[in-house]
């Protein structure tokens, strides 16, 4: 491990396992938008392993040079240098197949998240894929004791943060053109939510 590189041990936990459903639910080829790339240890590892796929990393502006620093050590060829990317802020003219992010909804505001799917639906070709991984609500509860604390953990660093329910996302992403199509439960009381968007 390069000790001069961002490190999330979560993503080094999660990446294994998260790319097994992405192997499962991403189309063969065309452009792949990860919002919120972070470390970019997520992106190395994907990119690695579906290599027929180009690769967008993004980050918000103030992150990207650590970002970038991983990409330029560790990502191929079918990786595009990151761009700055706000959900909140104007986004960057793209064409994609599918957008994944992970870990990003429960940090963002709820206008945030409204933005960060109405910015998904609008770069997403028809029938393209949103894959969205994180700790989330079932029916305005939450599904485990660790997940309330973390909820808690994080209104008290912001209390505009906190985990978000499914159906709420669900009516968000049907108000934009996707329709849930898969919940796929992961360890440690996650999900991926697959959307679709709609032909």
């Known amino acids: 491990m390069n000790e001069s590189l ?19 639910v991403l189309p063969d ?5 990860e919002i919120g790339s972070g470390t970019g240890q997520h992106m190395v590892h994907f990119s690695k392993h579906l290599p027929l796929l180009q690769w967008q990393p993004s980050e918000q502006a103030q992150n990207l040079a650590s970002l970038q620093q991983r990409l330029d050590l560790q990502a191929g060829a079918n990786v595009m240098p990151a761009i700055a ?17 992970a870990n990003t909804a429960h940090i963002m505001s709820w206008l945030e998240v409204i933005c960060m799917f109405e910015g998904v639906a609008e770069v997403l070709r028809p029938a393209g894929i949103f894959s969205l991984y994180g700790p ?3 029916n305005s509860q939450f599904t ?15 209390s505009l943060m906190g985990l978000r329910d499914v159906a709420e996302l669900e009516k968000l992403a049907a108000s934009h053109h996707m329709n849930l199509q ?18």
């Open 6 to 24: 961002a490190f999330a041990p979560a993503c080094e936990r999660n990446k294994q396992l998260i790319l097994e459903v992405l192997q499962q």
């Open 29 to 33: 080829s065309g452009l792949v938008l």
């Open 85 to 101: 990317l706000d959900v909140a802020e104007t986004w960057p003219e793209l064409t994609c197949q599918a957008v994944i992010s």
């Open 136 to 138: 989330f609500n079932e």
């Open 144 to 158: 485990a004791p660790s997940n309330q604390q973390f909820d808690q953990d994080l209104k008290a660093r912001n």
């Open 182 to 199: 898969q919940k796929i439960p992961m360890p440690a009381n996650n999900q991926i939510l697959v959307f679709r968007q709609r032909d």
